[in-house]
């Protein structure tokens, strides 16, 4: 059962850092593309950043120059690394890839940035 486990939430004040980790445990098989979501109460869950398997990344507009998607094929990990921090990148970050052409999720973890 292929799992994607995330941490690295939590609390942090305006102009603070966090990094969120994601990991895909019950398989051998490689991430091939991944991508951080986020959803804000009351707002639909909106693309972060994505990575695809050539190492290209991608980020909203919202988020360029202070959030970096990156990940370590080792661990099969993806990461993601949160500078700057405002209020508004609170919300609940989900975790997605993609492993074998099937689509997984996380089950996300809560970034609250205080002003």
């Known amino acids: 059962q292929v799992q994607l486990v995330e941490s690295g939430g939590g609390l942090v004040q305006a102009g603070g850092s966090l990094r969120l980790s994601c990991a895909a445990s019950?398989?051998?098989?490689?991430?091939?593309?991944a991508g951080w979501y986020r959803q804000a109460p009351g707002k639909q869950r909106d693309m972060v950043a994505t990575i695809v398997s050539g190492g290209s990344t991608n980020y909203a507009d919202s988020v360029k120059g202070r959030f970096t998607i990156s990940r370590d094929i080792l661990k099969n990990t993806v990461y993601l690394q949160m500078n700057s921090l405002k209020p508004e990148d609170t919300a609940v970050y989900y975790c997605?890839?993609?492993?074998?052409?099937?689509?997984?999720w996380g089950q996300g973890t809560q970034v609250t940035v205080s002003s």
């Open positions: 997605n890839a993609v492993i074998r052409s099937r689509n997984y």
């Open positions: 019950g398989t051998t098989l490689s991430i091939n593309a």
